[in-house]
């Protein structure tokens, strides 16, 4: 298992941006794939973005495509989230989480498939 610790959330207007961190301790970081995702207040939590173990390969979901990008730094076991263009509707508690490295793929990961979470740092998109 690995340990996961979220920072980076807080309030932002719409238009705004974001960059979320995710520090890891324990096992070694890069023998990991890593993901966000993000609940909603009544929502199921959803998929928003992967990273294979080297950061080779990446895949975000089709609502943020384009506006959020993850990346990864093996050498500061730490994976990031930027958040551009926010709307409204990206308001959630966002997770990272942990996986191994061989169930990565190029596509929406799913999380029953994760082992190890973060807390969760709230990002709230609201003028």
Request: glycine share 12%.
């Amino acid at each position: 298992q690995v340990q996961l610790t979220e920072s980076g959330g807080g309030l932002v207007q719409p238009g705004g941006s974001l960059r979320l961190s995710c520090a890891a301790s324990g096992r070694t970081f890069s023998s990991y794939a890593m993901a966000w995702f993000r609940q909603a207040p009544g929502m199921e939590r959803e998929f928003v973005a992967a990273i294979s173990w080297s950061g080779g390969s990446t895949f975000h979901a089709a609502s943020v495509k384009g506006r959020f990008t993850i990346s990864r730094n093996n050498a500061k076991n730490t994976v990031y989230l930027q958040m551009n263009s926010l709307k409204p509707e990206d308001t959630a508690v966002y997770y990272c989480a942990a996986v191994d490295s061989r169930k990565y793929y190029n596509g929406p990961l799913d999380a029953a498939d994760f082992g190890s979470w973060g807390q969760g740092t709230q990002v709230t998109v609201s003028s």
